[in-house]
């Protein structure tokens, strides 16, 4: 069978092009921490190449003839939530399967584990795992994966077992075991349904000797990954193409391979291996992937109604600065992946998440404004955008309605920004592309919009959008804004652009808010609109 770019589970070496897991993971020190009986947490964002790593090195460990190492997934416990005995009850009974399994001869938790459930359920695992390493000839690895997808005080219990049985170690208790999930065991908070104080990762687990994670791909690995279809097909990439790659996908490891695989198998023009992957392929692979809401996207999405994510990434939206912000909920977003820190500050890890999440919050918006926004209105002679008439009817569109259509929004304090997000997206949709720049403490959101028109001889359209909410005085917004507008019109090569202001002061009548004026700023032409 032709090898594909995965886009679903672990990899598997002989179907699907890969990194090996010694380039994503330092293998090394993780053999050194289990010499040492360490007990650790690997962590890193979904579909960063955790569950390939953890199975990878169950198979290095029991090929070494060192250890006894197995593997679980305690996902499926999660249907449990509170009831401890029902989760203890699933994950041993996986664990005599998954011996079975993988560990073809040995009998000892099939043998024990049933009759650990009998006697105490709710202690059973800490019981069958002291019995497995005690009888075991070889000392006991465990790899628990999933495991803050644990809910409640059945997380609580697996945590405290392991901790009960750390002291019997090597000889009575596994050597080591190491703990995988999205999010470090410092961010393992349980709010158990019988008391409102949390029970945190370091009252639970406070043996856990290291944190490590499992990176993004670098520059290189994403050649190399690409290459391999390369090698196996004849289909080359260009070099613009690779830089695009990475550059939307910061390495992030789904989207790299979703990118691919959506230019080169999905795509008809990509399914034929005599054309070379060009970065227009890869930018549309990458629209495709966003209007279709392919499940790793979605979910990402679906985070975004958490409280704790939405009070750091509100902000970023609307780019003020936060100093209400808790380390604990930044950490916790950082964890899922959905931002990084950087010499700048927080940012969105990738343009891939910097245009998802806008898209996100105002996808019901745009559905809604189908029957408000129609396309043809702002459609020149020759195919251009007529941005003129485009803002003159939302800023009508903004005095007569945004106070209702801003409620409809979850990040309201993001409103404005938003609400024309969602008015040019519906203009767009299909036809050209939004790219934006927001963060924490801009002052600002930059929104570069890209049309390409014409048939005999294409154009491409390409309009700068600078918006800001206006704080203090107009005076001292309108200054910060031209300036601001001028650095962006710099970066993109134009000398003409738009500033839009909103005055959220419901004090101020409309017939002061609204207004148009035109400003020569340093060479350039921006024209202010307020709302």
Not at 50 to 74: D, F, M, Q
Not at 267 to 286: V, Y
Not at 334 to 356: C, F, H, R, S
Request: charged share 25%; hydrophobic share 35%.
């Amino acid at each position: 069978m032709a090898k594909f770019f995965n886009t679903a589970g672990p990899i598997r070496e002989d179907k699907h092009y890969f990194i090996p897991v010694s380039q994503r993971i330092n293998l090394e020190e993780i053999f050194t921490l289990i010499e040492q009986e360490k007990y650790f947490v690997i962590h890193s964002p979904r579909q960063s190449g955790k569950t390939t790593t953890l199975l990878e090195l169950c198979k290095i460990l029991n090929n070494s003839g060192r250890y006894k190492c197995l593997y679980i997934n305690v996902e499926s416990a999660q249907t449990a939530r509170e009831n401890v005995t029902e989760a203890m009850t699933i994950i041993v009974n996986m664990l005599m399967n998954l011996e079975k399994i993988h560990l073809k001869g040995d009998h000892i938790l099939a043998k024990h584990g049933e009759e650990m459930l009998r006697r105490s359920p709710t202690s059973a695992l800490h019981s069958l795992l002291q019995i497995w390493a005690t009888e075991s000839p070889l000392p006991i690895v465990l790899l628990i994966d999933e495991i803050d997808s644990l809910i409640g005080d059945s997380l609580v219990s697996v945590l405290r077992q392991l901790r009960t049985g750390y002291n019997d170690r090597p000889k009575h208790y596994p050597q080591s075991i190491i703990l995988c999930g999205v999010r470090d065991v410092r961010d393992y908070r349980i709010h158990a349904s019988s008391e409102e104080a949390p029970v945190t990762g370091g009252s639970a687990f406070n043996i856990n000797s290291k944190s490590m994670s499992v990176g993004p791909f670098n520059r290189e690995e994403v050649a190399t990954l690409y290459r391999q279809h390369t090698e196996a097909t004849g289909q080359a990439f260009s070099s613009e193409a690779l830089q695009l790659a990475f550059d939307l996908t910061q390495g992030q490891p789904w989207l790299v391979n979703a990118l691919a695989f959506e230019a080169c198998f999905e795509s008809p023009l990509g399914n034929d291996r005599s054309l070379t992957i060009t970065a227009g392929m890869i930018e549309a692979a990458k629209e495709a992937l966003i209007q279709r809401r392919v499940t790793h996207l979605d979910q990402l999405a679906d985070k975004l109604k958490e409280p704790r994510v939405r009070s750091v990434i509100e902000p970023m939206v609307f780019g003020e600065t936060a100093d209400h912000l808790s380390q604990e909920d930044v950490d916790y977003v950082m964890d899922l992946g959905l931002v990084i820190d950087t010499a700048n500050g927080l940012q969105i890890a990738n343009p891939i998440y910097k245009e998802v999440i806008p898209r996100q919050l105002t996808w019901l918006n745009q559905t809604q404004l189908k029957s408000v926004v129609t396309r043809q209105w702002y459609i020149n002679t020759d195919g251009s955008i007529a941005v003129e008439k485009l803002l003159q009817d939302f800023q009508t569109f903004f005095r007569e309605h945004s106070e209702s259509w801003i409620q409809r929004f979850e990040y309201r304090e993001a409103g404005p920004q938003l609400l024309l997000q969602a008015y040019l997206q519906r203009v767009v949709n299909g036809g050209g592309r939004i790219d934006r720049e927001y963060g924490l403490g801009r002052g600002r959101t930059d929104i570069l919009l890209t049309w390409p028109y014409g048939t005999k001889t294409p154009k491409i359209q390409k309009v700068v959008f600078e918006l800001k909410i206006l704080y203090g005085t107009k005076k001292k917004t309108l200054t910060e804004g031209l300036e601001q507008t001028k650095m962006y019109l710099d970066r993109v090569g134009h000398k003409e652009g738009h500033l839009l202001i909103f005055n959220r002061n419901k004090k101020i009548s409309w017939s002061k808010k609204i207004y148009r004026e035109e400003h020569g700023y340093k060479g350039c032409k921006i024209t202010v609109w307020g709302m």
